[in-house]
């Protein structure tokens, strides 16, 4: 054992209570609702199911369903995807439940499976987005057993409607995604996904009517060489090769488009364009001066995600500061325009991902990342929480408290005063190997008006010339799997995962060379002070260059 000093009171040296986020749920270690307990317990003694290999990244919530991804950078975790029924469970520690189902969450079943899962969308069509990278492991870990692969479900009946693979064109040796912003025009099929490329420098535009996509360059989309020092939680590392990561998408503008805002990870810019370029296949060519730049925020204010409101109001996660920042889209882009809508230097610590649901209530979960893949987590303490506000009661008294006219228009998804939206006619084509898993009385459940189209003609993927992949990936990693129409309980096991070398390793699969800074962790109360920290083995570099 190699000693790792780890403190993770920041320059500041302040602890401050959390004053407007309340936390709604906590974890020491994640859970999973397995089918049954017999089948918790083989995945136990097998190392298909490892508690503390698990680390929450991204999160979102749709009607009684909270969704929380779990990427499976080591092994032993079970599902990628997963939900809490706030119904059932409103606060706690709850076991997260796998989405869709447990058949769907199989590492390696490229067609009808997931992989690895970060951040998560669902839309005012009752759609859920998720960008499955295709991969397991991280580091010199990492298989890439699918190809990447964009799936949206019908929220109502919980199927799959689309998987679309990337195109090669449009993702580079280097590619690493794992962010995706959804832009919905005046219909349910006029939507469009961005998908920002981290390491390849590139953003990935999908067309939902279209069911095509196409692929930006810029020099916008690159990372900034003097902003890729990074302190978070006391430790000091460097992620300088980081590149177009946050996203966010303004309400309706008087024109019908919106506007991206994006930076770089290794950055402390934002970027900005018009949706009516990235929608136009014909821009990718021809729009260098269409991007524009904007001022920097400041010191210590590297950003992984980001949302703004329907009234123009962004949020951003700030992880050097252990805080949750804002700024309003009527107001100049420059420090003193910007706020803090909440810190903590011990829940706070890496707020990986913050949302605004429907209500306008915000979500934000933390999951002190850089100690769980650096050092090691005290699996005694709280490692992971997710909180929730009210955006009002956020923003109350900070610089981004104000009301202008916002010159959005906001298009009305549902009832009698809509005629343009349309309604999902593809034409059901199945892979000769699928197996039905429903009943043959089995009939989609429709939407209502005030949701979405008037009903799916499938509640199946419909194959495209990208869905199922000709080239030839690993065997699967071990993962459950479970028919939840039939009642069949099985287990679907393949060959363990090979460690095959990979060039990613930090935040997100990603990462370089990390130094501990002075000082060291204790669990205890929650506080970081001096003394021996918890060590971890030297094989923790394996995750590194």
């Known amino acids: ?19 407007k986020l309340q936390e709604r749920y906590s974890w020491q270690q994640l859970d999973f609702v397995f089918p049954n307990q017999r089948l918790k317990q083989q995945a136990l003694a097998s190392g298909d199911y490892v508690p503390t290999n698990g ?7 749709w009607e009684n369903k909270l969704f929380v991804s779990v990427p499976r950078w ?22 997260l439940i796998p989405y869709p189902d447990w058949s769907s969450n199989v ?5 009808n499976g997931l992989n690895t899962v970060y951040r998560i969308k669902a839309d005012k069509c009752g759609r859920l987005w998720a960008l499955d990278t295709g991969t397991v492991g991280i580091g010199n870990t990492t298989q890439q057993l699918c190809p990447y692969a964009l799936n949206v479900w019908d929220l109502k009946t919980n199927r799959r409607i689309r998987r679309y693979e990337l195109r090669p064109e449009d993702t580079n040796p280097n590619t690493f995604i794992a962010n995706i912003a959804i832009d919905m025009g005046r219909s349910c099929d006029d939507t469009f996904a961005y998908m920002s490329d981290e390491l390849g420098y590139g953003l990935i535009v999908y067309s939902f009517e279209q069911n095509k996509s196409w692929r930006f360059a810029h020099s916008f989309f690159f990372p900034d060489p003097l902003r890729g020092d990074f302190n978070v939680a006391g430790l000091n590392f460097q992620w300088g090769e980081e590149g177009i990561f946050g996203m966010s998408l303004t309400p309706l503008q008087a024109d019908g488009y919106r506007t991206l805002y994006f930076s770089p990870l290794a950055s402390h810019r934002e970027f900005m364009v018009s949706t ?14 269409d991007f524009q730049y904007l001022k920097e925020r400041g010191p210590n204010s590297h950003t992984t995600s980001r949302v703004m409101s329907e009234t123009g109001l962004q949020l951003f996660n700030l992880i050097d500061q252990n805080a949750v920042g804002c700024w309003h889209s009527s107001l100049p882009y420059s420090p003193e325009y910007h706020g803090l809508v909440d810190k903590d230097d011990v829940e706070l610590v890496f707020p990986a991902d913050v949302k605004i649901d429907e209500e306008e209530t915000v979500w934000v979960i933390s999951d002190r990342m850089p100690v ?3 050092a ?19 923003v109350a008294g900070t610089v981004c408290d104000v009301q202008p006219k916002f010159g959005a228009i906001q298009p009305k998804f549902g009832g009698s005063d809509v005629t343009e939206l349309t309604t999902y006619t593809e034409t059901t084509r199945l892979p000769t190997t699928y197996v039905q898993p429903l009943a043959e009385s089995y009939a989609p459940v429709s939407y209502t008006p005030t949701d979405a189209p008037t009903k799916y003609s499938t509640p199946y993927d419909t194959p495209t010339s990208h869905m199922y992949s000709t080239q030839s990936y690993p065997t699967t990693a071990k993962a459950y799997a479970y028919n939840k129409y039939h009642g069949v309980e099985f287990m679907s096991h393949g060959a363990g995962p090979a460690h095959g070398g990979y ?15 002075d000082g060291a962790y204790s669990g205890e109360g929650h506080r970081y002070w001096g003394g021996a920290p918890p060590k971890k083995h030297d094989s923790w570099k394996q995750f590194f260059y």
């Open 55 to 61: 680390l929450p990244v991204g999160i979102e919530r």
């Open 107 to 111: 590492a390696g079943d490229c067609a």
């Open 74 to 95: 080591k092994d032993g975790i079970p599902s990628t995807l997963n939900y809490i029924d706030m119904n059932q469970t409103p606060s706690g520690s709850p076991a």
């Open 276 to 289: 009516r370029i990235l929608r136009d296949e014909e821009k990718v060519e021809e729009s260098f001066h």
């Open 372 to 374: 769980f893949l650096i």
């Open 376 to 394: 090691d987590l005290d699996y005694s303490d709280v490692n992971f929480r997710i909180f929730s506000a009210p955006l009002s009661t956020l």
């Open 1 to 19: 054992m190699y000693g790792l000093l780890i403190a993770v009171c920041l320059a500041a040296g302040s602890v401050s209570a959390t004053q």
């Open 503 to 517: 060039h990613h390793g930090g935040p997100h699969g990603h990462g370089h060379a990390h130094h501990g800074s």
